[in-house]
């Protein structure tokens, strides 16, 4: 998946004239949409780019998607409140070892 971003973001450099570092969630929705002089969609030429670059391999990215699909469900506020909770037996077990 790094690698396919990587290849995403060259060709929003390429297409765009510019030396961007990142590029919006928005702009992956564009890929379709956006078409060359030959008709071609961003997309179709980010499969072929990539399938020369890196075979099947760089294409089996979608293996990677069910991580980024079960982090989507996560509530940043029950992350937050797990790492506090962890914070604080972390110092209890840190004062139970230094009375030891």
Known sequence: LQH???LILSIGNFI???E???FSLDSLLK????RGSNA???IDYLCKVAYRKG????LSFG???GEVEAASRLVPSDISREIKQTE?????????LAGA
């Not at 604080?88 to 139970?96: D, I, P, S, T």
């Open 63 to 65: 293996e990677d998607l």
């Open 4 to 6: 396919v971003f990587k």
């Open 20 to 22: 961007s570092e990142a």
């Open 55 to 58: 075979g099947d391999e760089l």
């Open 16 to 18: 765009n004239g510019a």
């Open 31 to 34: 890929l379709r949409e956006t």
């Open 40 to 42: 071609t969609s961003v």
């Open 88 to 96: 604080v037996r972390l110092e209890a077990l840190q004062r139970l």
